[in-house]
């Protein structure tokens, strides 16, 4: 079944170490997302990629880098350096890239992440 | 930047009841999207309605738009148990380099009770 695959579900981290988030799609999307969501809140935009090797900060990139190696890849690392890291975190794709019209997005199934 | 935001925070209802949540943006948009989200669990699409259209239906949902007011409004109709869940309004909006990238709203909780 073609859709998005984020791993690991659950993650604990220590103070002071970094981690990285998986995200995989096998929709042939160009355009991948990261979110992320707060408890009782909306979602953030932490970066995007529009195209393979290329990709831009969203509103709260700080603390946070991507890559976009490949098409159906597109890992989250949460650095030492983001103040605030325990989150849920939401991965996406769509068909377009949003340069003139942002179409549907579909998402992955989170990863909550926990700092110690 | 939130773009979008829902109202009301919180709806309670009886199953076999309507229910219309509201959402208010600021901005010009080219579309409007509504997302709902099982908790703990990823978002889902529901609908998307362009800035050229008033009113779209699928299924037991209707979704208004009205550019004039920088509003929408989405119904469930005939609502179940199956129904809670926060739902969400997510506005496309320009960003750096001329991309347009979606912004949700803070969305609305959802329980309809048996």
């Known amino acids: 079944d073609g859709g998005i695959t984020q791993s690991p579900k659950y993650l604990f981290r220590k103070e002071g170490q970094n981690v990285t988030l998986s995200c995989e799609q096998n929709?042939?999307?160009?355009?991948m997302y990261w979110y992320r969501q707060d408890p009782g809140q909306g979602l953030r935009l932490i970066y995007y990629?529009?195209?393979?090797?290329?990709?831009q900060k969203g509103d709260i990139a700080e603390g946070y880098s991507v890559s976009r190696e490949k098409k159906e890849s597109f890992p989250l690392t949460v650095t030492s350096a983001q103040k605030n890291p325990t989150a849920f975190y939401l991965c996406?794709?769509?068909?377009?890239?949003?340069?003139?019209?942002?179409?549907?997005?579909?998402f992955g199934e989170g990863s909550r992440l926990t700092v110690l | 930047s939130q773009q979008g935001e829902e109202d009301p925070q919180a709806l309670s209802i009886q199953e076999g009841e309507n229910a219309t949540m509201n959402c208010s943006y600021k901005t010009s948009i080219n579309n409007l999207q509504w997302y709902r989200q099982n908790s703990g669990r990823g978002l889902v699409h529901l609908i998307l309605?362009?800035?050229?259209?008033r009113e779209k239906h699928s299924g037991r949902l209707r979704v208004t738009l009205d550019t004039s007011k920088k509003s929408s409004s989405l119904l469930i109709t005939a609502s179940r148990a199956a129904d809670t869940a926060s739902y969400f309004c997510a506005t496309d909006e320009p960003r750096l380099g001329s991309a347009r990238q979606l912004t949700f709203g803070s969305g609305t909780q959802l329980t309809v009770l048996p």
């Open positions: 929709l042939n999307h160009d355009a």
């Open positions: 309605i362009r800035s050229n259209e």
């Open positions: 990629s529009q195209i393979v090797n290329d990709f």
């Open positions: 996406a794709s769509s068909r377009h890239p949003g340069t003139q019209n942002t179409g549907e997005l579909f």
